[in-house]
């Protein structure tokens, strides 16, 4: 992937140690990375970006995003820099999921009331952002399996359109374990939700959470810290799905992000 050095126009030459380093394009549904001298401040979206204390920062890319992305960065020195990012857009083709209780596609009132107090919850445990690195080790995979559903596909359920798809789904046998694709905390952790069913939230540090959905089985707890390769749950079909296979979502706090570029991120 090509990568942009910005800098503002400025009399004077940018010393090496200042440099600002992202990418000049990237894909929707990306984890962003950049380096910039340590100790200096990004703003992005009406938001402080963490840094670590090599340099390294990251954002996340929505599934609609348009771009450019423009973040402000001032270095330790004051130096001010601007950096304008592409974004380039993904076709989503249509995902059609039939056979899910109609329940679930038009919950009634009682029941539409807890999904949302459900989701609130979960949003919540979105919110943190810890000082934690585990965000910028290469990911692997949780389970193997058959891709049966890809991040951001237009979703159609028992022939009604929702909204795009905000993880990736991995078809796997009942009872598989599921493993920590990288290290984290445990943010949140429900074995009944309607939706979603066993659901698991792993926060990875920096505002970069791991969601894991329909769990038959959940190993680990809030407040836990896991390793990658962990195992921290079992593949099942809870919730609003029609078979066994694992749901895995990754959210920059309140941006889903696509597993699949993630994953690939760390070839």
Known sequence: MPLLAAQESAPSPIATDERVVFPASVSQGALVFGKVPPGSEVRYGGRVLRTTAYG??????????????????????????????????????????????????????????????????????????????????????????????RFGNARVYNGQ????????????????????????????????????????????GHGVSSNFLHLSRIDVKVGDRVEAGQVIGAVGATGRATGPHLHWGMNWFDVRIDPLLVLERGK
């Open 56 to 149: 390294t920062v990251a954002l996340g890319v929505g599934r609609d995003e348009k771009g450019p992305l423009t973040l402000a960065v001032v270095t330790p020195s004051g130096h001010r820099q601007s950096v304008r990012i592409a974004v380039t857009p993904r076709d989503w083709p249509v995902e059609r999921v039939n056979g899910v209780p109609p329940k679930t596609v038009n919950p009634p009132p009682a029941i539409a009331e807890r999904i949302k107090r459900e989701q609130a919850l979960v949003i919540a445990a979105r919110v943190r952002d810890d000082a934690r690195s585990d965000f910028a080790m290469p990911f692997q995979w949780p389970v193997q399996g058959r891709i049966s559903g």
């Open 161 to 204: 359109p929702g909204a795009g798809h905000s993880g990736m789904d991995i078809a796997a046998p009942n009872g598989t374990p599921v493993k920590a694709p990288a290290g984290g905390v445990v943010t949140f952790a429900a074995p009944d939700l309607y939706l979603t069913g066993g659901t698991l939230l792993l926060d990875h």
